[in-house]
């Protein structure tokens, strides 16, 4: 069964750091898109980073300059890292993977990222 799980939300200060993880298993990574989406409270879900089969990133202009997407194909793995956290950052964080050429995509279950002083 495919599975992506994420790890490492948590708690964070204004202005601190998080990396968050993305883990695949089951499915033939490297052809697949990876994006990073998150939902808020009562807000609908966006789109804040994706990184595409090829490595092209691109972002939503609230993270552009504090984000960043990669992928380590070796590993089966996506990451954000995310600097400079703000408290409207905060909301549950997943990741997706769409097949690049059929389609086919996958969603984990998400990670809380909560900012607050």
């Known amino acids: 069964q495919v599975q992506l799980v994420e790890s490492g939300g948590g708690l964070v200060q204004p202005g601190e750091s998080l990396r968050l993880s993305c883990a695949a298993s089951?499915?033939?990574?490297?052809?697949?898109?990876m994006g990073w989406y998150r939902q808020a409270p009562g807000k609908a879900r966006e789109l804040v980073a994706a990184?595409?089969?090829?490595?092209?990133?691109n972002y939503v202009d609230s993270v552009k300059g504090r984000f960043t997407v990669s992928r380590d194909n070796a590993k089966n793995t996506a990451y954000l890292q995310m600097n400079n956290l703000r408290p409207e950052d905060t909301a549950v964080y997943s990741c997706?993977?769409?097949?690049?050429?059929?389609?086919?995509?996958?969603w984990g279950k998400g990670t809380l990222v909560t900012v607050s002083s």
């Open positions: 990184i595409s089969s090829d490595g092209s990133t």
């Open positions: 089951l499915i033939t990574f490297r052809m697949y898109a």
């Open positions: 997706n993977a769409k097949h690049s050429l059929i389609g086919l995509d996958y």
